[in-house]
């Protein structure tokens, strides 16, 4: 018996040893000499990555995304590997998807426990990039960069470099995929148009209103063309924003009002801000906008846009494949961009919003910067790596579109990647699917009635007033976005809303915010 | 009608019993091995799978105290390379305005779960066994299974098309009635009593098939003698039956006590999601977390909190207990 | 199963009675349980008439009992997988049935220890099983444990995590057996049996209807799981139904936060209908399982006539 108690005994404190304080096979030093890895070359140290990579054997990149996988997978990664090959790049490319419900906590697992990945998709949206840098997650850029992306930099603005940037280090390689001075977004349906009567785009916002009336009147069907609106995530409705005197501006976090000059003021106190109620609140009395605005999901949105039953909306339409199902005679020109004040300029807020970036535990960093140096080298690179292979995943429209070969059952081509994780405007290769009017919206980088935002280059960091930014959120959410929506009236309800958010701690936001821009303005 | 004797009342006798027994024997833990080598060596396996994924992960709950760092991947980087902040990863939670209400919130909303829950599926259980035809009540027993697997998602629809300002079908009655319909969404009070609704609704069939399991143990001896001393179907049902799986009933609640500051993140978010006018009565401590860290956190804050809830549903679990153990001792914990 | 009426019967007339007249009691009982079933049916017939309707109706009109158009889209393309699926239910069966009757094994085990008054420290023993209820370290321990024990991307990380032991099913069965008499034990141990055949000739037969609820429980647990899949299986081949079914519906929470981007949403939103469907798929094991388990709700054998 003593012995049985005593093996018992021994075998739990070597479970408990073995579990708990293991030695540490999982490095975290970022270029230490490397453990072996399957079939991946051991650079010494960075400079001789470049010898290595016009040696034979390549260095393994694995790139970690977000969504699934697409059907081929295998064939892509086949034929991006094999044209990377030929040219040189050094590099064998694997990708790992995590489906969406996973992600968080799935990155945040292989970051914590030092596994072994190269890449990996960030959405500043989402978790900003500071978060992950000053935790330690990821590995410096600046040097790599600099060594084996030029062309990284050569098809990326400042703007966007410098949204990749914390603390002057260099964190991400960004995906300046569209043209971000887009707001406020406008898009009405010509076929629509036309099937009611109207004769011309209307040019002010009243025109709006009154055509939008008579669609509404007059509309045939079941259902309603409501104004499709996510009224839980609304904190303002801007359509005639940019007719208003005090554009331009941009509002950061739904509440940090920056206009040219660099004034910052809480979004919500500002005229502005009353105005764009007042016009959803008119829009909502004629019952333009549904009395359910509030608890609509973002799936019944997204239905909602993809049944087509919509005279006008905030924002565009990605692809009208979906809308085909009840409108099967609709083309992409029948969209169109609405700019109410056409002599005025539109803003770029920011620079680069999806990056992607190497963490600490990578063996090496500059796997990733030569697979993102390489798409970006020329098109056809661009075009293997986005949309797969010619002839089987899309077909070439020039000049600068494709037509993409959707599978009958799963509606996607066999292999494709989404142009939002890394893409560029430069190179990107519109569908022609999409309406005409999303295309040159997004894609095409504007060069005249555009100014680069005062606040474009610079990125807050709520940390130090995280549980301020929470709350003040929240509180958003619950007082703000009726009024937002139109469903309760400016006038009765502001002063109530304003003094919630003052209650949530809106002025050490405002403080904050103000204090980190001055900041980053002296040392730019 | 003669007191029915209750099964296993003699456990409180045993109680004292092996008390005194324990403060006499001191090296007792070896003693007992000795006498009772099977029964621990049975229970060895579930003990070891314990101890390995639950006690050993223990000592990483000192990352809620530090600054999380995704470098050090150890438990030894951890202990001596961490840096120590204190409490501050709890500081973002209790320095909000809303800490108390969220916390209310869950506690409030929880505690309504048990009491519905629990009526519900006790009831359904004592009907059902009423029954007599088997295929009625095997069906039944089938059928009351279904809600658990529908996702809250799906329930968020299914509430939407009742709920729902336009098209809600409860809305289109009222019009009916000739009364105004009521826009259900901006309304913060009325959704606690359609959570608890839902909530049972879903859980119920599952807790009752627990509890006719333990009507099946009954011995039908008890029955009988009941009936001879001229017990009606009612007493039989409120004297036999339910005192008999009373025990099942508190162990039950004992268990849901230890997760009550736990919310149902599931179900709070695919039914009110981002819709701020109702977190007046339904954010929970989760759903505020989850929006918390969203954009600016990290696991170390996620830790500190749900370090916060074990800690209080611990401490309300080993209070119940002790209550429990001093009126109820067959239905105590341990 | 035992029914009350049926005793007072058999016990007042000594015999078995055919049913007796229309009983109000019993009307009432039965209608008051049928309409909770009708409330806890509807809804899956609403969500499997969903699944069958065609994608643009839905999108125009919403959920309906009736849908105006049919469509098998959600069908075919959860089955488009082909040999994947098969192999997928192939995983997700035999992990249920190996991971269920071993998790059944343990916790009856540890339920009998608990249960044995003879064991002085039981009650310490219950604390130890019931902390890890509580208590949790999070998910970077339980990564790194599961690594270290070597389950990574084999068959045991699909059965030995999390699923295999739960301290809930095991207090059920535990109380359960609290409630078995004591003077069983007794009168077996003065015939001479050991704690051996105590437990296997009388606790575990007698445990009956408690053993199948937890066997329902710990079946339906390994087979809706997609988290061990998620965060330790990597290999295609090992992926579980459940998994390969969340991957056709994960986009949801993408569509969350895309909004938050600015441009065009240049993807599809799963079909409602697929949504339906995946429920409706996983819920068909579970309306096999349970009438299979249903009759060992029986009486558990009772043992003679014990006299108090």
């Keep these: 018996m003593k012995k049985v108690l005593s093996l018992f005994l021994t075998a739990t404190v070597l479970l408990s040893m073995l579990a708990a304080c293991g030695a540490d096979n999982t490095t975290s030093a970022p270029t230490a000499s490397p453990k072996g890895i399957k079939k991946s070359e051991k650079p010494e140290d960075v400079s001789e990555a470049e010898q290595t990579s016009k040696a034979k054997k390549p260095v393994d990149c694995l790139y970690v995304i977000p969504g699934d996988a697409p059907k081929d997978l295998k064939g892509g990664l086949k034929a991006i590997n094999g044209k990377m090959k030929e040219d040189g790049v050094g590099v064998s490319l694997k990708m790992k998807f995590i489906p969406w419900d996973a992600w968080d906590q799935k990155l945040n697992l292989m970051l914590s426990t030092g596994e072994k990945f190269d890449m990996f998709q960030v959405m500043n949206d989402r978790t900003s990039l500071s978060n992950y840098a000053l935790r330690n997650a990821l590995a410096d850029l600046t040097k790599p960069v600099d060594q084996y992306g030029p062309n990284i930099t050569k098809v990326n603005p400042e703007l966007a470099m410098k949204s990749a940037m914390v603390n002057g280090k260099l964190y991400a390689i960004p995906a300046f995929w569209n043209e971000t001075a887009i707001s406020p977004e406008l898009t009405l349906r010509l076929d629509i148009m036309k099937k009611y009567g109207i004769t011309k785009v209307p040019e002010t916002f009243e025109e709006l209103t009154a055509d939008f009336e008579k669609v509404f009147k007059n509309w045939e069907g079941d259902g309603k063309p409501y104004f499709p609106l996510l009224g839980s995530e609304t904190s303002s409705v801007d359509i005639a924003c940019k007719t208003f005197e005090e554009w331009p501006y941009v509002v950061y976090d739904k509440v940090f009002y920056v206009d040219q000059d660099g004034n910052v003021k809480n979004y919500f106190e500002t005229d502005a801000f009353r105005k764009n109620c007042e016009n959803t609140h008119l829009w909502y009395e004629k019952g333009l906008i549904s009395p359910d605005v509030l608890t609509t999901t973002s799936d019944q949105h997204s239905n909602r846009l993809n049944s087509g039953d919509w005279f006008f909306i905030s924002g565009t339409i990605g692809d009208i494949s979906p809308l085909k199902g009840n409108y099967p005679d609709i083309t992409t020109d029948d969209f169109v961009s609405v700019d109410l004040a056409p002599e005025k300029p539109y803003v770029r807020p920011y620079g680069a919003r999806n990056m992607n970036a190497v963490p600490l535990s990578s063996e090496h960093p500059e796997a990733a910067v030569l697979l993102a140096n390489w798409i970006y080298a020329d098109q056809d690179n661009y075009d293997l790596f986005l949309y797969g292979r010619e002839g089987i995943d899309y077909e070439k429209k020039e000049p600068g579109q494709r037509s993409p070969i959707n599978d009958p059952v799963t509606m996607q081509p066999p292999y494709s990647f989404p142009d939002w994780m890394i ?23 504007k060069t005249d009635h555009v100014v680069d935002g005062y606040a474009s280059a610079f990125t807050f960091n709520a940390e130090k007033v995280q549980t301020q930014f929470t709350d003040v959120q929240t509180q958003i959410q619950a007082s703000i976005a009726p009024i937002a929506c139109g469903v309760k009236d400016y006038d009765s309800n502001i002063d109530e809303a304003l003094s919630t958010l003052k209650a949530a701690g809106v002025e050490d936001l405002i403080t904050e915010f103000k204090k980190q821009m001055k900041e980053f303005k002296a040392s730019e | 009608m003669k007191k029915v004797k209750r099964i296993g009342s003699t456990a409180s006798k045993d109680a004292v019993v092996s008390k005194t027994m324990q403060k006499r024997t001191k090296g007792g833990l070896i003693k007992d091995i000795r006498h009772n080598k099977f029964s621990y060596l049975i229970a060895l396996p579930s003990m070891l799978y314990i101890f390995i994924f639950s006690y050993c992960a223990y000592p990483y709950l000192v990352i809620a105290f530090q600054r999380y760092n995704y470098q050090n991947h150890t438990l030894f980087d951890i202990l001596t390379k961490g840096q120590w902040v204190g409490l501050e990863n709890f500081r973002f939670f209790f320095r909000s305005m809303t800490a108390f209400r969220v916390t209310y919130n869950t506690l409030f909303l929880n505690i309504l779960f048990i009491i519905f829950g629990t009526i519900v599926s006790v ?38 098309s009742l709920f729902s300002n336009e098209y809600g079908i409860v809305n289109k009655m009222m019009k009916d009635m000739g009364k105004t319909p009521i826009n259900w969404y901006i309304e913060p009070d009325v959704w606690p009593p359609i959570l608890v609704i839902a909530h049972t609704l879903k859980g119920a069939g599952m807790n009752a098939v627990i509890y006719l399991a333990a009507i099946a143990s009954i011995d039908t001896s008890m029955n009988e003698a009941a009936i001879i001393d001229g017990a009606n179907r009612f007493q039989l049902v409120t004297r036999v039956t339910l005192p008999l799986i009373t025990p099942t009933i508190v162990i039950m609640t004992l268990l849901a006590i230890g997760k009550i500051m736990f919310g149902d993140f599931g179900m709070i978010y695919a039914i009110v999601g981002d819709n701020g006018t109702l977190y007046k009565t339904t954010d929970i401590i989760d759903t505020y977390v989850f929006r918390a860290l969203r954009r600016v956190g990290d696991p170390s804050q996620a830790m500190a909190i749900s370090l916060f809830q074990s800690v209080i549903g611990f401490l309300m679990v080993f209070g119940s207990n002790w209550l429990t153990r001093k009126i109820y001792p067959d239905g105590a914990l341990y | 199963m035992f029914s ?16 007796r007249n229309f009983n109000i009691a019993n009307f009432i009982i039965s209608l008051f349980v049928l309409l909770y079933s009708l409330a806890c049916i509807l809804p899956m017939i609403l969500t499997l008439m969903v699944s069958i309707t065609d994608e643009n109706t839905i999108m125009r009109n919403g959920y309906s009992f009736f849908p105006k158009k049919f469509s098998l889209y959600a069908y075919r393309l959860m089955f488009q997988g082909g040999s994947s699926v098969i192999r997928g239910y192939l995983v997700s069966i035999a992990v249920t049935v190996i991971g269920t009757i071993g998790a059944v094994l343990l916790t009856a085990f540890a339920a009998y220890t608990l249960a044995n008054k003879n064991v002085k420290y039981r009650n310490a023993l219950s604390l130890y099983y019931f902390i890890p209820m509580v208590f949790s370290a999070g998910m970077v321990p339980w990564y790194l444990i599961c690594k270290r024990l070597g389950l990574q991307d084999n068959i045991l990380s699909l059965i030995v995590p999390n699923l295999l032991f739960s301290p809930f ?25 050991n704690d051996f055949t105590i437990a296997f000739r009388i606790y575990f037969p007698l445990s009956l209807p408690v053993l199948a609820t937890v066997t329902l429980f710990y079946g339906l647990g390994y087979w809706n799981d997609w988290w061990n899949a998620i965060m330790l299986v990597d290999r295609q081949e090992l992926y579980p139904i459940q998994y390969l079914l969340l991957q056709l519906k994960s986009q949801i929470s993408m569509l969350r936060d895309l909004q938050y981007m600015a441009g065009a949403v240049n993807v599809t939103p799963p079909a409602e209908s697929l949504k339906m469907a995946t429920a409706v798929i996983t819920i068909g094991p579970i309306i096999l399982l349970y009438p299979f388990l249903q009759k060992y709700y029986i009486k558990g054998l009772v043992v003679g006539s014990v006299k108090e």
């Design chain 1, 423 to 445: 893409g560029n405007v430069n190179m990107v290769r519109t569908s022609v699917t999409a309406p005409k009017a999303t295309n040159d919206s997004l894609y095409v980088l």
């Design chain 2, 123 to 160: 009831v359904l259980a004592l009907l059902l066994n009423e029954l007599r035809s088997r295929w009625f009540v095997k069906t039944t027993q089938s059928v009351m299974l279904l809600p658990n697997y529908i996702s809250w998602i799906v329930v968020s629809y299914l509430i939407l």
């Design chain 3, 4 to 19: 009350a009426m049926d005793t007072v019967q058999s016990v007042r007339t000594g015999k078995r009675k055919k049913r």
């Design chain 3, 169 to 193: 099913n095991l207090f059920l069965v535990r109380n359960y057996m609290s409630g078995i008499p004591d003077s069983l034990r007794e009168s077996a141990t003065i015939d001479g049996a």
